[in-house]
């Protein structure tokens, strides 16, 4: 009987559970209000939970047309439904692929002094030699040293030798000795 009703001789139809965010049109049958839509996680429900009709990545649907991202992710630039995971630290040349996960671009390894594990370093596969890795298979030769010509995997760098002193005499004496066939 409807309660509203002062005659008491109407009846209205019930659902069982209620109709949240609808309406009971007959015996448990819900009919949801503009902008929802049944919830389908649960069987024969009565239930009608805010429709996003873009649906929503990494994110819920929370009212009518908006998504609410999930813990660890953040809304990706101007995109109302799309949330990208966040690396609370950074992801120095990577990137971030998970919560608070920074996956190294191809030439880079974590960093093992990062305690954070959000530093790539580069990779370089030959290990440097009186050099640092400053990119992907890319030996700096530190002061006062120079990329050793007869090394082909360009890795290795040896003193640097000044023109005027007697190491470079001595190696230049070698060299011409050796050039004109003189002992």
């Known amino acids: ?10 009846c209205i139809p019930v659902c069982a559970g209620g109709c949240a965010n609808g309406v009971c049109t007959s015996p448990n049958v819900c009919t949801c209000h503009s902008g929802y839509i049944k919830d389908s996680t649960v069987s024969q ?3 009608c939970v805010p429709h996003c009709p873009d649906g929503c990545i990494n994110a819920t ?3 009518i047309n908006t998504c609410t991202c999930l813990h660890g992710y953040t809304q990706l630039g ?3 439904n799309v949330c990208k995971p966040a690396c609370v630290d950074g992801c120095i040349n990577g990137d971030c692929t998970s ?3 920074c996956t190294c671009k191809v ?5 093992v002094t990062d305690p954070t594990g959000s530093r790539c370093v580069p990779k370089c596969e030959h290990a440097c030699v009186n050099a640092i890795c400053t990119s992907p298979n890319l030996c700096l030769c530190t002061a006062g040293y120079v990329k050793d010509r007869t090394v082909t995997t360009n890795n290795i760098c040896v003193r640097r030798i000044r023109r ?13 000795r050796e050039h004109t066939g003189a002992l």
Do not use: V
């Open 1 to 10: 009987i409807d309660p509203n009703n002062s005659t008491g001789n109407s």
């Open 45 to 47: 429900s009565n239930r």
């Open 61 to 63: 649907c929370s009212a």
């Open 78 to 80: 101007n995109s109302s």
């Open 99 to 101: 919560p608070n996960t």
């Open 107 to 111: 030439g880079y390894e974590k960093d």
């Open 164 to 176: 005027s002193s007697p190491t470079f005499e001595k190696w230049l004496d070698s060299q011409n």
